[in-house]
C-alpha cells in the first residue's frame, strides 16, 4: 500500500504565495508521473499540473506563469509552489501519483490519491 501525504494548504489573501507538499511513503516498487488536481465547490476536479519521472511538466493555462511543479524522486515528493494566489484558485487540492506494485511475481499498475488540501485565496 501506497499513501500519500499532502500538506501547505491554508488561508492567503489575494497576491500571496503558498507551497503545497506531498509525500508518497509504504511500499513503492515504482512511481511514475505526479500531479496535483483541484476542486472547486460545485465545479470538476480539474489538472493544475502534472510533472513526469523525467521532469516533463505541463499547467493548466489558468495557472501557466503562477504555479510550479517540481519533484524530488530520492523522496517521491511533489511539490506545488503557487505565487500570485486568486480568489478562482480557491478549492480542495489533491496530489495523484501513477505507480507500479510489484507482488508475487506481477506488476500492478496504480493510480494513488492524497487526501486533500484546502486552499482559500481572499479578495
Known amino acids: 500500500q501506497v499513501q500519500l501525504v499532502e500538506s501547505g494548504g491554508g488561508l492567503v489573501q489575494a497576491g500571496g504565495s503558498l507551497r503545497l507538499s506531498c509525500a508518497a511513503s509504504?511500499?513503492?516498487?515504482?512511481?511514475?508521473?505526479m500531479g496535483w488536481y483541484r476542486q472547486a465547490p460545485g465545479k470538476q476536479r480539474e489538472l493544475v499540473a502534472a510533472?513526469?519521472?523525467?521532469?516533463?511538466?505541463n499547467y493548466a493555462d489558468s495557472v501557466k506563469g503562477r504555479f510550479t511543479i517540481s519533484r524530488d524522486n530520492a523522496k517521491n515528493t511533489v511539490y506545488l509552489q503557487m505565487n500570485s494566489l486568486k480568489p478562482e484558485d480557491t478549492a480542495v487540492y489533491y496530489c495523484?501519483?501513477?505507480?507500479?506494485?510489484?507482488?508475487?511475481?506481477?506488476?500492478?499498475?496504480?493510480?494513488?490519491w492524497g487526501q486533500g488540501t484546502q486552499v482559500t485565496v481572499s479578495s
Open positions: 495523484n501519483a501513477g505507480g507500479i506494485d510489484y507482488s508475487g511475481g506481477y506488476y500492478y499498475p496504480r493510480d494513488y
Open positions: 509504504g511500499s513503492i516498487y515504482r512511481i511514475n508521473a
Open positions: 510533472i513526469t519521472s523525467g521532469g516533463g511538466t
